[in-house]
């Protein structure tokens, strides 16, 4: 397969197994150009893309504007909290007044669900979504199944859990997509509080004690706890949050075998994860962030290979 049988990354949940294998073919590609000393390539001369974030991005935003610059695009980079956006403007006379500017593809973060659907129905540009809400961040899913690949030579057949506050989280769900979809096999574990209710039904287990979680899997997927998202407390403390799914060195030093311990970032060290974990050899989190690049520059060099 040469192309992608979709024509925006919206979601995981739109892609195919064949997809991802092409993507993954695709990055393997670039993760050797961005290693090279000369580390541009002339492919998209002609393709302009805009960043366009709605909320907060350290690394999605970073990772995306460096992939299109190694791939020669013109960027443009919007933020919302700078924008005629704060005088009522719409999300679609915003994106269509960027396009006017003649823009090929858009990449988009936005706080509400289904955001990135909404304009690709909308506006005539290819359009990646950078996270909408607690929905989906497929870049930030591929790039973790990639580490998974690259750190254990594959992904079918791993035993992979993710820990923490599922409930808010986009990075769970586009995981859950993609590491069901390459054969991976997933439990989540946190608080019944922060599980959300008939989870089982995408395929996963449900593991409420963390050791238990951590001695069933060889790759556990550390969540921050994303307060920004809750209206209410979902547990008593973050002391004890910590106690009870926190990942620390003594736990880790415990278990019956070696995990790989990931964390799509920003970390709260002390909460969810302790230093000596994050920072050890057991740890690929900036190894993701490496791949990041590649797998963004895959994503948009195999869309706009489909732009007419
Ligand atoms: N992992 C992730 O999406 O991080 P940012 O919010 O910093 O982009």
């Given at each position: 397969m040469s192309e992608l049988s979709v024509n925006h990354l919206l979601g995981i949940k739109y892609l195919t197994e064949q997809d991802i294998e092409l993507i993954f073919e695709t990055a393997d590609h670039f993760k050797e150009v961005i290693n090279?000393?000369?580390?541009?390539?002339?492919?998209?001369?002609?393709i302009t893309i805009a960043n366009i974030f709605f909320e907060n991005s350290t690394r999605t935003k970073l990772s995306f504007e460096l992939a299109e610059k190694r791939l020669s695009a013109d960027v443009i980079n919007f933020s919302a909290g700078q924008s005629s956006v704060k005088k009522g403007e719409t999300l679609i006379d915003t994106v269509n007044n960027i396009l006017?500017?003649?823009?090929?593809?858009v990449v988009m973060r936005h706080p509400n669900p289904g955001a990135g659907i909404f304009l690709s129905r909308h506006v005539k540009a290819a359009i990646i979504n950078a996270g909408d809400g607690a929905h989906e961040h497929p870049t930030q899913a591929l790039l973790d199944t990639f580490s998974i690949r690259e750190r254990l030579g594959g992904v079918s057949g791993k035993k992979v859990v993710i820990v923490g506050?599922?409930?808010?989280s986009r990075v769970a769900l586009s995981n859950i997509f993609a590491l069901k979809l390459q054969g991976a096999e997933v439990k989540v574990c946190g608080p019944r509080t922060l599980l959300p209710k008939h989870i089982e039904s995408l395929g996963v287990g449900v593991e409420t004690d963390l050791r238990k979680a951590l001695n069933w899997c060889d790759v556990a997927n550390m969540l921050r706890i994303q307060n920004e998202r809750m209206?209410?407390?979902?547990?008593?403390?973050t002391r004890e949050y910590s106690q009870q799914y926190g990942i620390n060195r003594s736990l880790l030093e415990s278990l019956d075998k070696e995990i790989v311990i990931m964390h799509p970032g920003p970390i709260n060290r002390g909460v969810e994860i302790t230093s000596d974990v994050a920072d050890?050899?057991?740890?690929i989190i900036l190894d993701q962030v490496e791949n990041g690049v590649a797998i963004r520059m895959a994503v948009i060099y195999l869309l706009a290979s489909k732009i007419k």
């Amino acid at each position: 397969m040469s192309e992608l049988s979709v024509n925006h990354l919206l979601g995981i949940k739109y892609l195919t197994e064949q997809d991802i294998e092409l993507i993954f073919e695709t990055a393997d590609h670039f993760k050797e150009v961005i290693n090279r000393a000369i580390k541009k390539v002339p492919t998209l001369r002609d393709i302009t893309i805009a960043n366009i974030f709605f909320e907060n991005s350290t690394r999605t935003k970073l990772s995306f504007e460096l992939a299109e610059k190694r791939l020669s695009a013109d960027v443009i980079n919007f933020s919302a909290g700078q924008s005629s956006v704060k005088k009522g403007e719409t999300l679609i006379d915003t994106v269509n007044n960027i396009l006017s500017m003649k823009v090929d593809m858009v990449v988009m973060r936005h706080p509400n669900p289904g955001a990135g659907i909404f304009l690709s129905r909308h506006v005539k540009a290819a359009i990646i979504n950078a996270g909408d809400g607690a929905h989906e961040h497929p870049t930030q899913a591929l790039l973790d199944t990639f580490s998974i690949r690259e750190r254990l030579g594959g992904v079918s057949g791993k035993k992979v859990v993710i820990v923490g506050d599922i409930l808010h989280s986009r990075v769970a769900l586009s995981n859950i997509f993609a590491l069901k979809l390459q054969g991976a096999e997933v439990k989540v574990c946190g608080p019944r509080t922060l599980l959300p209710k008939h989870i089982e039904s995408l395929g996963v287990g449900v593991e409420t004690d963390l050791r238990k979680a951590l001695n069933w899997c060889d790759v556990a997927n550390m969540l921050r706890i994303q307060n920004e998202r809750m209206e209410f407390s979902y547990f008593p403390t973050t002391r004890e949050y910590s106690q009870q799914y926190g990942i620390n060195r003594s736990l880790l030093e415990s278990l019956d075998k070696e995990i790989v311990i990931m964390h799509p970032g920003p970390i709260n060290r002390g909460v969810e994860i302790t230093s000596d974990v994050a920072d050890s050899d057991q740890s690929i989190i900036l190894d993701q962030v490496e791949n990041g690049v590649a797998i963004r520059m895959a994503v948009i060099y195999l869309l706009a290979s489909k732009i007419k």
